[in-house]
């Protein structure tokens, strides 16, 4: 369900210039799974992965949205390996230990439950909408972990390292709104069977709304759009124009303008201000599933925004912690750029 919303501000043009290169942001995504689906520090038991909120899970979305433009007739080798990963994670739930266990009082095994679940169902579920018994038993998993008592009821534990914009002390809601795009992407069918939950999770992302970041709101646009039910309309136009009265002069968005104004670094360098690729990629895709019209003036200086600023070389946009200053060159400096790359092109591809 799209709602169209009339804009009026300069559009910037085109240039043949500034055209994006889909085969250079697949070769970085696919460089970057790669490298993760590999990474010591990324392996758990069973031979198997952990799945991360800022280079699997936006791989998985992401990548699809590159098919089209390359004209591949199948998933890339590490969209396989990743799919593979998470169904093997999914058919042995009661066997695989957690991502990460408890230490010291810090109930990560439950946070990591709660965490692997949401992100399973999700990835499984974009890449099933007919559900076959694996995408069926991701979302049991998932459904099995809901809270169903507390001030939460509705949401899942998620994990909190006190990093932004995934793993932070707001980030159970963030994970709540990607139950919610899971599910709403299921056949209605399925979604009438399950409307226990599906209440209760839409009871707690209304409940809780008014108080998150823009960028969790963001998210929960996003799912509005899946579960239309989840906002009033009035809701959903006020997050619209407040997204779109954030947009910088130069045409994009800055992920810090939409973090909670109270976030800090913990280094106590200033956050960066300047349009990024992880909050341009990631406002324009949402606004375009929200209806708002890819000719419209905003959303097309927004794309070309993207298209000026991919790095052509590398083939990645480019984006930077939230949490403190990295060096960009690192891998870990480069976590923020897996995202921003996935949501840049998902958006670029949406707007054809």
Known sequence: MRTTIALAIFAVPLLASDEWSPKGAAAYLDQRADWWIGWKSAQRDHDTFCISCHTALPYALGRPALRSALAEQAPSTGERQLLANVTKRVRMWSEVEPFYKDKDKDP???ESRGTEA???ALILVSNDRK?????????????????????KTGAFTWL??????WEADDSQYWGATLAAIAVGSTPKEYQA??????????????REQAAQSLLNRTVLLWASTKLPALLKPEQRKAIVEELLAKQQQDGGWSASSL???TWKRRDSTAL??????YGTGLVLYVLEQAGVPRTSAQLERGLTWLARNQDKVAGLWPAT????????ASDAGKFMSDAATAYAVMALADSK
């Open 193 to 206: 069977s399950v409307q226990g939950n599906v209440k209760l999770l839409s009871e707690y992302l209304q």
């Open 321 to 328: 912690s939230l949490n403190k200053q990295r060096d960009p």
């Open 118 to 120: 949401v992100l399973n």
């Open 108 to 110: 990560k095994t439950a």
């Open 272 to 277: 960066p201000s300047i349009s990024d690729g």
């Open 259 to 261: 973090v909670l104004s």
């Open 131 to 151: 559900l076959n018994d694996d995408t069926k038993l991701a979302l049991q998993n998932m459904w099995s972990l809901q809270l169903q008592t507390g001030e």
């Open 160 to 165: 909190n390292f006190h990093n932004e914009p």
